[in-house]
């Protein structure tokens, strides 16, 4: 069955260092978005992207975040200066169209040191 | 503001026992999905329910969608120790394309 896949699984990162989490979504999808869910609480809508641009976003997705469709399989989310309350893991997800069910990669369990 | 509420929070109980885990939300939703997860992995998706009134099985699972379409349950029949996880219900609105998650319902089945 195909799946959504994440990398790295794990990252580790100097406070203030750009990060980049990198996405591999379901490949006939079109919809994609982000989560983040910090150690022990409830999982926080980040962004969604259609058709190259982001469709809908958070609160929590301020200027230092930005996503990217750099190619016609990836989908990455870059933090351009971390802070430590960015410490969390966070995950890609994707749908056929809007209102299918998001399928939910393994997550990149992020660091800030 | 948390829109989707889920009750009991934490809950510990004997294998074979029943339970329901609640959804609750004041706003309406288009479609709304249940969600188990496991530690360090991504939520792992059970079932969508679409129309108010609506329940769905899965083996030993039954969802239940509200019929103003602002609740669901997930009652999970004679449970064993391989339903031990976090249950996540989510909903998606209207209008928009964010999915709102619920606050988690970590569920202990002890042998």
């Known amino acids: 069955e195909p799946e959504v896949t994440q990398t790295p699984s794990h990252q580790v990162t100097q406070m203030g260092q750009e990060v980049i989490l990198r996405c591999v979504p379901i490949s006939n999808h079109l919809y994609f978005y982000w989560y983040r869910q910090i150690l022990g609480q409830k999982v926080e809508f980040l962004v969604s992207?259609?058709?190259?641009?982001?469709?809908?976003k958070s609160e929590i997705f301020d200027d230092q975040f930005s996503v990217e469709r750099p190619d016609g399989s990836n989908f990455t989310l870059k933090i351009r200066s971390t802070k430590l309350e960015d410490s969390a893991m966070y995950f890609c997800?994707?749908?056929?169209?809007?209102?299918?069910?998001?399928?939910f990669g393994d997550g990149t369990r992020l660091s800030i040191l | 503001t948390q829109l989707l509420e889920q009750s009991p929070q934490f809950l510990s109980i004997q294998e074979g026992e029943n339970l329901t885990v609640y959804c609750n939300s004041s706003s309406v939703f288009s479609s709304l999905q249940w969600y188990r997860q496991e530690p360090g992995e991504g939520p792992v998706l059970l079932v969508t329910?679409?129309?108010?009134?609506e329940v769905k099985k899965l083996k030993r699972l039954t969802f239940q969608f509200g019929d103003a379409r602002k609740d669901s349950s997930l009652h999970i029949t004679a449970a064993q120790t391989g339903d031990t996880g976090l249950y996540l219900c989510a909903g998606l609105r209207n209008t928009g394309n964010q999915f709102y998650f619920g606050t988690g319902t970590s569920l202990t089945v002890i042998p």
């Open positions: 997800a994707s749908s056929e169209v809007r209102d299918q069910p998001q399928h």
């Open positions: 329910v679409v129309t108010g009134g």
């Open positions: 992207f259609y058709n190259n641009e982001i469709s809908e």
